[in-house]
């Protein structure tokens, strides 16, 4: 069974210029997640799909942050315009878990280095 | 809100012992589920092990066991017989039964010494 995909792995630009992020998620994983990892933190959440709707965007800066999700499968964050706290490392994650009762493994992908210089 | 605790940033073992990974933790619910998942160098994160608060038996998974204390909020994983390959990052997460919201601790290095 192939992983969670994403892409770029590395992405230096400039401050102020956007970038894109890529992710698809385990075949058939309802749930979809967008984390932010800054270096020496734990991920933070940014924006949680089920299904191609928004479960919770609470924490998503959505002045310069935007995430769809096509059709339910795979998903694209955006960042634009970048500034320098931006730097991190998005994960993406899926589960194919929903409703109560189940214990929601996250299976996450191998992330996406960003610098902004 | 509920929120994660690890208060060892960096620690470090011999090969072949054992070490234990502290994490509390704050809630006012009763059904949830706990989580250590591991981290290696520039890898996907992955899951370690898991317990579900309204089980009283610690969940172990080979040389990987907890130390569930609900009364006391604490999850600590015991790692036993260190392998190099257990050099990582790990994080303690809760997760609300139901909600598939997840909540991070800032994780500990782990570094497995020869």
């Known amino acids: 069974e192939a992983g969670v995909a994403q892409s770029p792995r590395y992405k230096i630009i400039e401050k102020r210029q956007s970038v894109a992020f890529w992710c698809n998620p385990i075949s058939g994983h309802a749930t979809l997640y967008w984390y932010q990892q800054i270096l020496g933190q734990g991920p933070k959440l940014l924006i949680q799909f089920q299904n191609n709707g928004v479960v919770d965007d609470s924490q998503l800066p959505k002045d310069r942050f935007s995430a769809e999700r096509l059709k339910g499968v795979d998903s694209t964050l955006k960042i634009q315009p970048a500034k320098l706290e931006d730097s991190a490392v998005y994960l993406c994650?899926?589960?194919?878990?929903?409703?109560?009762?189940?214990?929601?493994?996250?299976?996450f992908g191998e992330g996406s280095r960003l610098t902004v210089l | 809100a509920q929120t994660v605790t690890q208060s060892q940033p960096e620690m470090s073992v011999q090969e072949a012992e054992t070490v234990t990974l502290s994490c509390t933790y704050d809630?006012?619910?009763?059904?949830?589920?706990l989580f250590w998942y591991k981290q290696p160098p520039s890898r996907q994160m992955i899951l370690v092990i898991r317990q579900e608060a309204y089980k009283q038996q610690n969940a172990t998974e080979n040389r990987f066991s907890v130390n569930f204390q609900k009364a006391a909020k604490s999850f600590s994983l015991k790692i036993s017989d260190s392998q190099l390959g257990d050099t990582a990052m790990y994080f303690c997460a809760f997760m609300r039964a139901g909600t598939y919201k997840y909540i991070f601790g800032t994780g500990t290095r782990l570094k497995v010494l020869a």
């Open positions: 994650a899926s589960t194919p878990y929903t409703g109560t009762g189940n214990t929601g493994e996250l299976f």
């Open positions: 809630t006012s619910e009763s059904n949830y589920y």
